[in-house]
């Protein structure tokens, strides 16, 4: 099926652990994007990519490493998770800039 | 830096009414996107609407509208006839068109329907 998958949908990790959650569209935009949303604070920018191999940081990108090898896939990676990391997570893509961005169904993370 | 200002938290309306959702922005650029999305309890983000800058015309999509005052940097979301499913968060949003833009969201708002 066509769109944007994020996985897991649930995780619950530890301090100190490496997590990585998945992202993967089937609609070749070129652009696409990690959100944190928290309450009080709305949806906040960790990374974004324009591209296959280009990637620049956004507003939170403290503790995260992301990479872009395939333009159908951006993951997110938590280096060593820590309990402020604990929020749902939202990829997203869009064609082009200016072009509404489309979201996956979100993971929500909870570190302990 | 651009920021996206949504000042009121939360909203109710009665159904069939009409409610305004209101969103202000700070940009010092002349060209570019302006967005509501709305996430209900499922979690999923939907785009309502969208508005380009150099459009005077208010864009509306079915019982959504907008009231979009350049000058004043207002974008405001007009609700009518407000239906049970119309409760969610809404989110307004902002993209400038240059090199490295990026959407910007609010704080969001969360709208409640009263039957």
């Known amino acids: 099926d066509a769109g944007i998958t994020q996985s897991p949908r649930y995780k619950i990790t530890e301090t100190g652990r490496q997590v990585t959650l998945m992202c993967h569209q089937t609609?070749?935009?070129?652009?696409m994007f990690w959100y944190r949303q928290d309450l009080g604070h709305g949806l906040r920018l960790i990374y974004y990519?324009?591209?296959?191999?280009?990637?620049d940081k956004g507003e939170v990108p403290d503790g995260y490493v992301v990479s872009r090898s395939k333009t159908e896939n951006f993951p997110l990676t938590l280096e060593s998770a820590t309990r402020s990391q604990t929020s749902v997570y939202f990829c997203a893509s869009s064609e082009s800039q200016g072009s509404p961005l489309h979201f996956g169904n979100g993971t929500r993370l909870t570190v302990t | 830096a651009q920021t996206v200002t949504q000042s009121q938290p939360e909203m109710s309306v009665q159904e069939a009414e009409t409610v305004t959702l209101s969103c202000t922005y700070d940009t010092s650029e002349s060209d570019y996107y302006l967005f509501w999305y709305k996430q209900p309890p499922s979690r999923q983000m939907i785009l309502v609407i969208r508005?380009?800058?150099?459009?005077?015309q208010n864009a509306t999509e079915n019982r959504f509208s907008v009231n979009f005052q350049k000058a004043a940097k207002s974008f405001s979301l007009k609700i009518s006839d407000s239906q049970l499913g119309d409760a969610a968060m809404y989110f307004c949003?902002?993209?400038?068109?240059?090199?490295?833009?990026?959407?910007?969201f609010g704080k969001g708002i969360t709208l409640s329907v009263r039957p």
């Open positions: 508005q380009e800058a150099y459009k005077q």
């Open positions: 949003a902002y993209t400038h068109t240059g090199a490295n833009s990026k959407l910007t």
């Open positions: 609609w070749s935009h070129s652009y």
């Open positions: 990519s324009a591209a296959a191999d280009i990637t």
